[in-house]
């Protein structure tokens, strides 16, 4: 069955600090990989997604992830975080055939200290 | 990019009323759309996967009669809350996928729905 696992809740990082955001999944093919960020009380927007290719992709707003297959990770990265990225991340695993819904991960929640 | 345009964006309704949320996508047409719900910190969970013209599929535990899915055209589903409850406040969100070749799911915004 596919799951996906973020082992993080809540982190807390300090603005202008590095990040990285880990997602663990169980698929039983390559499947399409995909980080959205959600603030609160609003929809999704998707960062980046991964395909097939280059496995390190790069994103919206500074963010980049890199997929590992042996690991089965697709961790998300920032080199340096604004406090405008507090929100709830998460990751996501999505079927190639198109009439399978997707399948998130159980989030993590970033704080920002100033 | 693609949009999905879901409506209304909150809702606060009586107990035993119903509530309709629409959710379209905008430029590109969805014969699959899905629609999840959300507790706070929590997680999405799939609800139930609406198909253009056909039956919904719902996930174990959710009750097809309380949850009403409509899918009537390429563009539209409607996920209608019948004789809502307390226990029904939640945060819906439906997503779509173009079915022309789409690899990623666009996402409503997503409504709040309080049942006081």
């Known amino acids: 069955a596919q799951s996906v696992t973020q082992p993080d809740i809540h982190i807390t990082v300090s603005e202008g600090a590095s990040l990285e955001l880990r997602c663990n999944y169980s698929?039983?093919?390559?499947?399409?990989l995909f980080w959205y960020v959600q603030s609160p009380g609003q929809g999704l927007q998707l960062l980046l997604k991964?395909?097939?290719?280059?496995?390190l992709v790069q994103g919206i707003k500074g963010f980049e992830a890199e997929f590992k297959r042996s690991q089965s990770s697709f961790n998300l990265r920032k080199p340096s975080v604004h406090w405008s990225d507090a929100a709830e991340y998460f990751c996501?695993?999505?079927?190639?055939?198109?009439?399978?819904?997707?399948?998130f991960g159980p989030g993590t929640r970033l704080s920002v200290l100033p | 990019g693609a949009v999905v345009s879901q409506h209304p964006s909150r809702v606060i309704c009586k107990s035993g009323t119903s509530v309709k949320i629409e959710c379209r996508s905008l430029?590109?047409?969805?014969?699959?759309m899905f629609w999840y719900r959300q507790f706070p910190k929590q997680s999405l969970m799939l609800m139930a996967t609406?198909?253009?013209?056909?039956?919904?599929?719902?996930e174990q535990g959710v009750e097809k009669d309380k949850f009403l899915i409509n899918h009537a055209s390429l563009t539209l589903s409607t996920l209608t809350v019948t004789s809502a409850h307390p226990e029904d406040s939640s945060f819906y969100i439906c997503?779509?996928?173009?079915?022309?070749?789409?690899?990623?799911?666009?996402f409503g915004q997503g409504t709040r729905l309080t049942v006081v």
């Open positions: 991964y395909f097939s290719g280059d496995t």
């Open positions: 430029d590109f047409q969805a014969t699959t």
């Open positions: 698929y039983g093919a390559t499947p399409y």
């Open positions: 996501a695993v999505g079927a190639r055939n198109y009439g399978q819904n997707f399948v």
């Open positions: 609406s198909n253009e013209g056909s039956k919904a599929t719902y």
């Open positions: 997503s779509a996928r173009d079915f022309q070749g789409g690899t990623e799911a666009f």
